[in-house]
């Protein structure tokens, strides 16, 4: 069903949500929360700089006042249930003017202003006459720009009301096994009476996601026990060669790896291994080994990358050393000549041994073979379930290897890869030297200076930022991506600064990334568009801007993005806003070096999916994040029951819909 039956979605806003992966009205329906505000638990205001949940009652009307032509505040006078008057603030929303009432009483979330003594920085709000009587939990959206909360919520409302969310378990099992149909805990989620309510159907929805991953491990290790009927040669010429090629000596770990894999290529196995690497740890390198291998032996390869930027870097890569092997190596991306694409397919065609390095564009069908005989995903996260089948089927018995640098914590590896070999490299080929603080404002001119002491003598760093555009709150004023551009600009040079982010064409993107790398460019103001496969050697130097914004998985990426020549480097965290949990949560990554530890630490602090766990400030976290092994556990004994039933996963719309989110 399409968007435009939901009553106050025009062109531009459908374009928007579209943008965003949002392109029916089902895909309205599973645009969950991502917290829930807890109403039998609001405070008081305080000027502490935490953020909290405050019951109040307007007792003036509102005002607007312009800073500048562009940007203006909305507020009025309200007072807390202890008798506190604040004025609660709103930034360039205009309309807010007419929105309150005196003598209403409103729930607000927010903090107090850092610049204005009294104000309150409203996140979002509910008028008290909104909430359905019994209600305790209010769910919040991620919102975006032209679309509030109140808005998207009830766009979600109309949508629950048109579309049926069905399972693709059959209903007779649903209502035999499960406490509430899908239909029920969708609603549920979005409406939750009480946090048991909401345990409940978000553990419905878990189990409905986690199903056909059970499914998929289970198919895989039944083809374990198949033979292979690929035969690999040259294992021991290709690994001496290739170290006789490389710059460095590979880790022990990096040739236990390898030897894994050659093991079940030499016995004739069927490879289907996830590679978890920490940043830097060589898996690139362990693949183009393991690839070398299948196409010296007479096989076509692929290595399929999730950007044009990501699969250029590994073109190059294997570029270096596949052509003083002899053997032949593609690039294959939207760009690729029509000319270039047919050499490509006529390749495959004619079971000519080639690797193909690519993008999304290796989906399509023209490029399928049966010589085709190892498949390598790098990212593989940033590849939904349905892709990675069609991949998967341009052969039979794909040798399948699977690469991902974000540190998955154990919990979470078994339910996604249970059917899979593991194999981790944890260590890069060097000890890396990095040191990590955390800047506060009052030292913010400090760290600035000292980038430029550095940046004279050759340095280059990156100053990563949450938004590409300004944002409404004050207290994040000035650090936009495109505000810290104009910014550095000004202090270092516009010459020595580029900006990059999700809006740049590909072109444009990867010219800004040749001028860091190779030109006169010593930083890169940039959103998180750097934080998987940019490789820059002499890179020393990483702001991270708000660092609270961020998870720790994503910031473990970003600081890996420095130091991958083993030179001593800097990580910033330019931490202006740290409430008590964000500051547990970036020390510990300040303290902290390995991935795993990071994720599990991130993991188990974020609760796991436990909702029922200590709220702070009326505020639960995003537990669609999280999958708990209990519900795992449940799902697996689900299956137990059902596996003899031939259970189509694979083209049910709602499943489709909630494993991309899943990935996402």
């Given at each position: 069903?399409?968007?435009?039956?939901?009553?106050?979605?025009?062109?531009?806003?459908?374009?928007?949500?579209?943008?965003?992966?949002?392109?029916?009205?089902?895909?309205?329906?599973l645009?969950f929360?991502?917290?829930?505000?807890?109403?039998?638990n609001n405070?008081?205001?305080?000027?502490?700089?935490?953020?909290?949940l405050?019951?109040?009652?307007?007792?003036?009307?509102?005002?607007?006042?312009?800073?500048?032509?562009d940007?203006g505040?909305c507020?009025?006078?309200?007072?807390?249930?202890?008798?506190?008057?604040?004025?609660?603030?709103?930034?360039?929303?205009?309309?807010?003017?007419?929105?309150?009432k005196?003598?209403?009483?409103?729930?607000?979330?927010?903090?107090?202003?850092?610049?204005k003594?009294?104000?309150?920085?409203?996140?979002?709000?509910?008028?008290?006459?909104?909430?359905?009587e019994?209600?305790?939990?209010?769910?919040?959206?991620?919102?975006?720009?032209g679309?509030?909360?109140?808005?998207?919520?009830?766009?979600?409302?109309?949508?629950?009301?048109?579309?049926a969310?069905?399972?693709?378990?059959?209903?007779?099992?649903?209502?035999?096994?499960l406490?509430?149909?899908?239909?029920?805990?969708?609603?549920?989620?979005?409406?939750?009476?009480?946090?048991?309510?909401?345990?409940?159907?978000?553990?419905?929805?878990?189990?409905?996601?986690?199903?056909?991953?059970?499914?998929?491990?289970e198919?895989?290790?039944?083809?374990?026990t198949?033979?292979?009927?690929?035969?690999?040669?040259?294992?021991?010429?290709i690994?001496?060669?290739?170290c006789?090629?490389?710059?460095?000596?590979?880790?022990?770990?990096?040739?236990?790896?390898?030897?894994?894999?050659?093991?079940?290529?030499?016995?004739?196995?069927?490879?289907?291994?996830?590679?978890?690497?920490?940043?830097?740890?060589?898996?690139?390198?362990?693949?183009?080994?393991?690839?070398?291998?299948?196409?010296?032996?007479?096989?076509?390869?692929?290595?399929?990358?999730?950007?044009?930027?990501l699969a250029?870097q590994?073109y190059?890569?294997?570029?270096?050393?596949?052509?003083?092997?002899?053997?032949?190596?593609?690039?294959?991306?939207?760009?690729?000549?029509?000319?270039d694409?047919?050499?490509?397919s006529?390749?495959?065609?004619?079971?000519?041994?080639?690797?193909?390095?690519?993008?999304?564009?290796?989906?399509?069908?023209?490029?399928?073979?049966?010589?085709?005989?190892?498949?390598?995903?790098d990212?593989?996260?940033?590849?939904?379930?349905k892709?990675?089948?069609?991949?998967?089927?341009?052969?039979?018995?794909i040798?399948?290897?699977?690469?991902?640098?974000t540190?998955?914590?154990?919990?979470m590896?078994?339910?996604?890869?249970?059917?899979?070999?593991?194999?981790?490299?944890?260590?890069?080929?060097?000890?890396?030297?990095i040191?990590?603080?955390?800047?506060?404002?009052?030292?913010?001119?400090?760290?600035?200076?000292?980038?430029?002491?550095?940046?004279?003598?050759n340095?280059?760093?990156?100053?990563?930022?949450?938004?590409?555009?300004e944002?409404?709150?004050?207290?994040?004023?000035?650090?936009?991506?495109?505000?810290?551009?104009?910014?550095?600009?000004?202090?270092y040079?516009?010459?020595?600064?580029?900006?990059?982010?999700?809006?740049?064409?590909?072109e444009?993107?990867?010219k800004?990334?040749?001028?860091?790398?190779?030109?006169?460019a010593?930083?890169?103001?940039?959103?998180t568009?750097?934080?998987?496969?940019?490789?820059?050697k002499?890179?020393?130097?990483?702001?991270?801007?708000?660092?609270?914004?961020?998870?720790?998985?994503?910031?473990?990426?970003?600081?890996?993005?420095?130091?991958?020549?083993g030179?001593?480097?800097?990580?910033?965290?330019?931490?202006?806003?740290?409430s008590?949990?964000?500051?547990?949560?970036?020390?510990?990554f300040?303290?902290?070096?390995?991935?795993?530890?990071?994720?599990?630490?991130?993991?188990?602090?974020?609760?796991?999916?436990?909702?029922l766990?200590?709220?702070?400030?009326g505020?639960?976290?995003?537990?669609?994040?999280?999958i708990?092994?209990?519900?795992?556990?449940?799902?697996?004994?689900?299956?137990?029951?059902?596996?003899?039933?031939?259970?189509?996963?694979?083209?049910?719309k709602?499943?489709?819909?909630?494993?991309?989110?899943?990935?996402?």
């Open positions: 069903m399409d968007l435009n039956v939901i009553k106050g979605l025009g062109t531009k806003r459908i374009e928007l949500l579209k943008s965003k992966g949002i392109e029916s009205v089902t895909d309205l329906a645009y929360p991502r917290s829930y505000y807890d109403l039998s405070e008081s205001f305080l000027e502490d700089g935490k953020f909290r405050i019951k109040a009652k307007v007792v003036t009307c509102a005002k607007v006042a312009r800073i500048r032509k940007f505040y507020y009025f006078e309200a007072v807390d249930e202890i008798g506190n008057k604040f004025k609660p603030i709103f930034y360039n929303q205009p309309y807010i003017k007419n929105v309150f005196v003598d209403e009483t409103v729930y607000f979330f927010g903090k107090n202003s850092p610049t003594h009294g104000y309150f920085i409203v996140s979002t709000y509910v008028k008290e006459q909104k909430i359905k019994g209600t305790t939990l209010l769910p919040v959206y991620k919102t975006f720009k679309i509030g909360q109140t808005s998207l919520k009830s766009f979600v409302d109309q949508a629950l009301e048109l579309v969310v069905d399972s693709f378990l059959p209903q007779n099992i649903e209502n035999k096994h406490e509430l149909s899908l239909q029920e805990a969708v609603k549920k989620v979005h409406d939750p009476k009480s946090k048991q309510e909401l345990t409940i159907a978000k553990t419905r929805i878990d189990i409905e996601k986690i199903l056909p991953y059970i499914k998929y491990n198919d895989i290790k039944k083809q374990k198949l033979e292979n009927t690929r035969f690999y040669t040259n294992f021991d010429h690994l001496r060669l290739f006789d090629f490389l710059p460095y000596t590979l880790t022990l770990e990096q040739t236990k790896v390898i030897n894994q894999i050659m093991a079940d290529m030499k016995n004739h196995k069927p490879i289907n291994r996830l590679i978890q690497g920490d940043v830097g740890s060589g898996k690139t390198i362990v693949s183009l080994i393991v690839l070398a291998i299948a196409v010296s032996s007479g096989y076509s390869a692929m290595l399929v990358a999730p950007t044009e930027i250029k590994h190059q890569e294997a570029l270096k050393y596949f052509s003083n092997l002899g053997l032949n190596v593609s690039l294959l991306t939207g760009k690729t000549t029509l000319a694409r047919k050499e490509i006529n390749c495959l065609s004619s079971n000519k041994p080639i690797l193909i390095v690519g993008t999304q564009t290796c989906l399509n069908d023209e490029f399928v073979s049966d010589n085709l005989a190892m498949l390598v995903i990212e593989q996260h940033r590849f939904g379930v892709q990675r089948a069609k991949l998967l089927n341009k052969s039979k018995n040798d399948l290897i699977m690469l991902s640098a540190p998955i914590p154990r919990s590896s078994l339910i996604y890869y249970g059917g899979l070999d593991l194999s981790v490299l944890s260590k890069p080929p060097f000890v890396k030297q040191q990590t603080n955390i800047v506060k404002e009052s030292k913010e001119d400090d760290m600035w200076q000292f980038i430029k002491t550095n940046i004279e003598n340095a280059k760093a990156y100053v990563v930022c949450s938004n590409i555009d944002n409404d709150d004050d207290s994040y004023i000035g650090l936009s991506a495109k505000e810290m551009y104009n910014k550095l600009s000004h202090i040079g516009k010459e020595n600064v580029q900006l990059a982010h999700g809006k740049l064409t590909a444009q993107a990867e800004v990334l040749d001028n860091f790398k190779n030109g006169s010593k930083i890169l103001v940039s959103t568009v750097i934080e998987v496969g940019i490789d820059i002499d890179a020393n130097i990483m702001v991270i801007v708000s660092p609270e914004k961020f998870g720790l998985a994503t910031l473990h990426q970003l600081r890996g993005r420095i130091g991958r020549a030179q001593k480097s800097y990580c910033f965290c330019m931490a202006r806003n740290l008590e949990n964000s500051f547990e949560r970036i020390d510990f300040k303290n902290h070096t390995d991935g795993f530890e990071i994720a599990e630490f991130d993991y188990t602090s974020r609760g796991a999916g436990n909702i766990g200590t709220n702070q400030h505020k639960t976290d995003n537990i669609f994040e999280f708990s092994l209990s519900t795992f556990n449940k799902a697996t004994s689900l299956y137990n029951q059902l596996k003899n039933l031939d259970i189509d996963f694979s083209n049910n709602t499943y489709l819909a909630l494993s991309e989110i899943a990935m996402n």
